[in-house]
């Protein structure tokens, strides 16, 4: 069993198993089952690469076994950094088969990020897509393993890949076959144990470099599960994986866990662009589309939209971030699909709005968690004081006041217990007994039916569904020899939600800094999206009697700065 993770309590342990939620199998063995029912039925497409169940299958056992081969074992951790391609997924379930963990990373990630987590994983391998949207993964590789003594398997997957030497390519063993792979007892003598960690998430950072968040095989197969029945999953389903795969909305809220374990298909996309979505959904009769409040914002406002036939689109499910009423108001009447409201978090809980939900409902809230069995409280932010809460005695699913916020806390069959390898910021992150604090502020609504989400209590920026740490391009803007002192805050954004301006003052009078300055600094140090896109240079920033910038005062500052902004555009 991997060290360094905070496993479930023995007693809860119990009793989700006794109540059926975890029931001793990993997500492999269900998707196993699944193949071997559907053998014939398309399971996966991809550009131009198309999968039926049994290849699914086949081709997973397969590399499995060349990953055993080549002396992955189990409980080894693999840095997985790939786009929206096919084989992603193969490399997702083989590594489920033989028990290897992958450390989830988005493509957008650099060295900063990849050489921290890799580091703190103590990763033995690193799976990149070569050569993608005009950036050198291999570049970036073989810094990180020049570092990283273990970090002995670096692989490329992807079609048409030119492959260093060195490197493992995963489309070759996919067509090279292995001693073993129709032997089903040699394959399950690899199965890991169904409570021991099958993935390491990133979060979305609060405190500088993104936590790594065990999720076990039982609460991840469990949730991917329940989050996917609650939407009407089944065989005839059609998922779009459009955002990156490494969201835990893509992968297992529902996700690709979710389709397939209900026996549906997966559409892998790499283009994020309007036009590509709708040419899919058309072409290939998607049902289901997780997107982020950006994407559907675009998609209302296509103007080529009606060129398209969307008839298939059943439901869009919102995540990542808060989606407007104004917006939401606008799916069903334009895009003919019904909007589900979702707020999930890798950390665990997974709340969303129901099919049976009223428009009022779904349109100004994050619903209720998906689970019965999960626990969750809002407590008030400076006393610690219970608003309000779950109950379990059949009678009623919570108790307390409504419309009163506080910061929401959760514990249940798929929330974590602590993050990987992180004892003392567990402590501050988790309650005596063992709720989850998500750092969100919201209350519960007047009908009792979800929560409304009103803002973050964390030191964060949710820019289109990429939560990141302001600490963390702190710390970097602090490297550079023009500033003194740096604080970054979100600022209001229509499509995005929240983007990053930066408050900075200069180590001497005179001196000036543009944001092209900044931003050429941070090139390559960390991912775009984490950038700032307003600078404003300030002779000194607020700071508390400790010390502390006054970040709330900067916060109404840049908002009270846009506002007149905009009104003198009017």
Not at 345 to 373: C, H, K
Not at 423 to 436: L, R, S, W
């Amino acid at each position: 069993m991997l060290e360094h993770w905070t496993p479930y309590r023995p007693e809860l342990a119990k009793q989700y198993e006794e109540k059926g939620y975890w029931k001793k199998e990993t997500f492999s063995q269900v998707f196993d089952n699944i193949a071997e029912r559907f053998w014939e039925r398309e399971a996966l497409v991809g550009g131009d690469q198309r999968y039926k169940y049994g290849e699914l299958k086949k081709g997973t056992d397969r590399l499995a076994l060349h990953f055993v081969k080549m002396g992955l074992k189990h409980g080894d951790r693999v840095v997985v950094q790939l786009i929206n391609i096919p084989e992603f997924v193969f490399i997702y379930i083989a590594f489920q088969k033989i028990g290897v963990i992958p450390v989830m990373c988005l493509p957008q990630h650099r060295y900063t990020e990849i050489s921290q987590i890799a580091a703190k994983a103590e990763a033995v391998g690193y799976i990149i897509p070569g050569f993608a949207k005009k950036y050198n993964y291999v570049e970036l590789v073989d810094q990180v393993a020049a570092e990283l003594p273990y970090m002995k398997f670096k692989m490329i997957a992807g079609e048409n890949q030119e492959i260093p030497a060195g490197y493992h390519y995963i489309n070759e063993l996919l067509k090279t076959p292995v001693e073993g792979e129709d032997d089903a007892e040699l394959l399950r003598s690899y199965l890991p144990d169904p409570h021991d960690v099958c993935i390491l998430l990133l979060s979305g950072g609060t405190t500088g470099i993104p936590k790594l968040i065990p999720r076990e095989y039982n609460a991840y197969r469990y949730v991917a599960e329940e989050s996917s029945r609650e939407l009407g999953y089944n065989m005839y389903t059609v998922q779009l994986a459009v955002a990156p795969v490494a969201h835990n909305m893509v992968l297992a809220a529902p996700g690709i866990q979710g389709a397939f374990s209900f026996g549906g298909k997966v559409v892998m996309s790499t283009s994020p662009k309007t036009e590509d979505i709708c040419k899919l959904i058309e072409k290939e009769r998607i049902t289901h589309v997780p997107m982020v409040p950006a994407m559907i914002i675009n998609m209302l406002n296509f103007e080529d939209r009606p060129k398209y036939d969307l008839s298939s689109w059943k439901i869009v499910v919102n995540g990542g971030s808060k989606i407007e009423p104004v917006v939401a108001a606008r799916v069903y009447p334009e895009l003919g699909c019904r909007l589900i409201s979702q707020f999930g978090m890798s950390e665990g809980t997974i709340t969303q709005t129901s099919l049976f939900d009223d428009d009022d409902v779904t349109y100004n809230t994050i619903g209720l968690p998906v689970s019965p069995a999960d626990e969750w409280k809002i407590i008030d932010k400076d006393d610690g004081h219970v608003i309000a809460e779950s109950v379990h005695d059949g009678t009623a699913r919570w108790k307390g006041e409504a419309e009163v916020p506080g910061e929401l806390i959760f514990r249940g069959p798929y929330t974590i217990r602590g993050y990987y390898n992180a004892a003392e910021h567990n402590k501050k992150a988790f309650t005596e007994d063992g709720f989850y604090r998500s750092g969100d502020l919201g209350a519960m609504h007047e009908s009792g039916k979800g929560f409304v989400i009103m803002g973050r209590i964390k030191d964060a920026i949710n820019r289109g569904g990429e939560k990141f740490s302001c600490e963390e391009v702190e710390n970097l803007v602090l490297k550079n020899e023009k500033v003194h002192d740096a604080a970054l805050v979100p600022m209001p954004d229509p499509v995005l939600g929240e983007k990053a301006c930066l408050f900075v003052s200069l180590r001497e009078p005179g001196l000036t800094i543009t944001l092209e300055e900044i931003n050429s600094f941070l090139d390559g140090k960390l991912a775009k999206f984490k950038m700032p896109e307003r600078l404003e240079v300030r002779d000194d920033l607020p700071h508390t009697n400790i010390g502390k910038v006054k970040k709330e005062e900067l916060r109404q500052e840049i908002y009270a700065i846009m506002a007149e902004e905009e009104k003198n555009k009017q």
